[in-house]
T-cell receptor
Framework: ETGVTQSPTHLIKTRGQQVTLRCSSQ?????VSWYQQALGQGPQFIFQ???????GRGNFPPRFSGLQFPNYSSELNVNALELDDSALYLC???????????FGPGTRLLVL | AQRVTQPEKLLSVFKGAPVELKCNYS??????LFWYVQYSRQRLQLLLR??SRESIKGFTADLNKGETSFHLKKPFAQEEDSAMYYC?????????FGTGTRLTIIP
C-alpha cells in the first residue's frame, strides 16, 4: 500500500507569483482534502475534491483553487501569492464516506 | 460554526506519570471527534477516534457531551509519547483542528 505523497517538499516564491502543489492519494482512496497549517496553528481546511469536483470549501479566497485527476491525484493552485500564504500545505486522502483521512508529509511554502 | 479548543500549548510530564491532554469543542450537531499525533519528523497520523472507543498505545479518550470535551488520557507516560497532539472534529467532509499541544515526557 502506497501512502500519500506530496511534491515539492519545499518551495520559495515571491509575492504576486503563482504556485502549484501536487498530491498523490493513497492507493484505493478517491477523495483528496487540502489543508493549510500556519506556524503554531492547527491545519485549516481549504477544500476537498471527489470525482474531480470540489466537494466542500473552507474560508479561503478564490485565488486558492484545485484540481483532481482521474487517477485521484490532485493539485492545489494559489494565485497572487501573499506573505501570509507562507505555511505548510497538507494533503490528505480518504475513501468517500470514510472517517479517516491519511495525511501526506506536506509542502512548506515560503513567500518573500 | 464548529470550534476545537486545546487550552495547553505545551505540557511536560514525567515518565511514568499520568497524562491528560485537554480538548473542548463547540458544535451544534452530533460530533465525530479524533485525536491526531505528529511525532518528530513524521507526518500527521490518526491516533484514535471516539466512535471506535479503542485504546491505542495506551491512550484513551471519552466523549463527554455534557462538558463538550474529548480529553486524551494515558495512565503511565512513556518517553516515546513525546509529540504534537491535535484534537479534531469532523463535520461532513472537513476536519476542524485545534491548535495542538506539544507533549514532552521528562525521563
Amino acid at each position: 500500500e502506497t501512502g500519500v505523497t506530496q511534491s515539492p517538499t519545499h518551495l520559495i516564491k515571491t509575492r504576486g507569483q503563482q504556485v502549484t502543489l501536487r498530491c498523490s492519494s493513497q492507493s484505493g482512496h478517491n477523495t483528496v482534502s487540502w489543508y493549510q497549517q500556519a506556524l503554531g496553528q492547527g491545519p485549516q481546511f481549504i477544500f476537498q475534491y471527489y470525482r474531480e469536483e470540489e466537494n466542500g470549501r473552507g474560508n479561503f479566497p478564490p485565488r486558492f483553487s484545485g484540481l483532481q485527476f482521474p487517477n485521484y491525484s490532485s493539485e492545489l493552485n494559489v494565485n497572487a501569492l501573499e506573505l501570509d500564504d507562507s505555511a505548510l500545505y497538507l494533503c490528505a486522502s480518504s475513501v468517500k464516506g470514510g472517517e479517516t483521512q491519511y495525511f501526506g508529509p506536506g509542502t512548506r511554502l515560503l513567500v518573500l | 460554526a464548529q470550534r476545537v479548543t486545546q487550552p495547553e500549548k505545551l505540557l511536560s510530564v514525567f515518565k511514568g506519570a499520568p497524562v491528560e491532554l485537554k480538548c473542548n469543542y463547540s458544535y451544534s450537531g452530533s460530533p465525530e471527534l479524533f485525536w491526531y499525533v505528529q511525532y518528530s519528523r513524521q507526518r500527521l497520523q490518526l491516533l484514535l477516534r471516539h466512535i471506535s472507543r479503542e485504546s491505542i498505545k495506551g491512550f484513551t479518550a471519552d466523549l463527554n457531551k455534557g462538558e463538550t470535551s474529548f480529553h486524551l488520557k494515558k495512565p503511565f507516560a512513556q518517553e516515546e509519547d513525546s509529540a504534537m497532539y491535535y484534537c479534531a472534529l469532523r463535520d461532513g467532509q472537513k476536519l476542524t483542528f485545534g491548535t495542538g499541544t506539544r507533549l514532552t515526557i521528562i525521563p
